[in-house]
């Protein structure tokens, strides 16, 4: 059984495209968490949402638009996609909110924008 | 905010040998410590995590870190690496309700 899984694995776009990736999390955590992986391998976070309210927005682009439906998906929807978001993004739930609970992430979805 | 600096980018060693990973926090008070390895094409996974008490804590796949208040380290350490320990090791300091902050990686390489 996937802990936390994402969709696609892969996705190739071209620049001005909207595009989404979706996750699911089976492990009944309250928080879920986008993270963007670029070029580098240096992880940072965009969004928390904590039982489907958002905590944290990082400085990102409002082209950016997470959607929790409930506290096991947590959604992330890209407009007019351009050629930097190219990275790999990681949904990630863990327990609770806080610096105190574990991270599980998902397998990652690379992103390359043409 | 806490903030955590991984001085190594990219680390080679013989199949073997001893390995020590590098980490330092920066954090006023006590901060949650973890580990996180990500092999390639997959998602981090949790090696270990230290919140208190003991200061050196036991991981899976045979790692250990040691908390070191004084030196504002959490260096992660294996006796003898094994090809398959290959792989990108993350430090991670998480700090009251705030979000998980990861170092910039140290990529292992393990010579047969």
């Known amino acids: 059984d996937t802990a936390v899984s994402q969709t696609p694995k892969y996705l190739v776009t071209q620049m001005g495209n909207d595009k989404s990736i979706k996750c699911e999390q089976n492990?009944?955590?309250?928080?879920m968490y986008w993270y963007k992986q670029d070029s580098k391998k240096f992880l940072k976070i965009m969004f928390s949402?904590?039982?489907?309210?958002?905590?944290i927005n990082e400085t990102v682009p409002n082209r950016f638009s997470p959607k929790s439906p409930d506290k096991a998906h947590l959604n992330l929807h890209i407009n007019s996609l351009e050629l930097g978001d190219s990275a790999v993004y990681f949904c990630a739930s863990s327990l609770r909110q806080g610096g105190n609970s574990p991270l599980h992430f998902g397998n990652g979805t690379r992103l390359t924008v043409t | 905010a806490q903030s955590v600096t991984q001085p190594d980018i990219h680390i080679t060693v013989s199949e073997g040998a001893s390995l020590e990973l590098r980490c330092n926090y920066s954090y006023g008070a006590t901060p949650y410590l973890f580990w996180y390895v990500q092999s390639p094409g997959q998602g981090l996974q949790l090696l270990l995590k230290y919140f208190s008490g003991d200061t050196l804590v036991q991981g899976i796949k045979g790692f250990e870190a040691e908390f070191k208040r004084s030196q504002s380290s959490f260096n992660l350490r294996k006796p003898s690496v094994h090809w398959s320990d290959a792989a990108e090791y993350f430090c991670a300091v998480g700090a009251g309700n705030n979000d998980m902050r990861f170092g910039a990686g140290t990529r292992l390489t393990v010579k047969p």
């Open positions: 949402y904590n039982n489907k309210e958002l905590i």
């Open positions: 492990l009944g955590h309250d928080t």
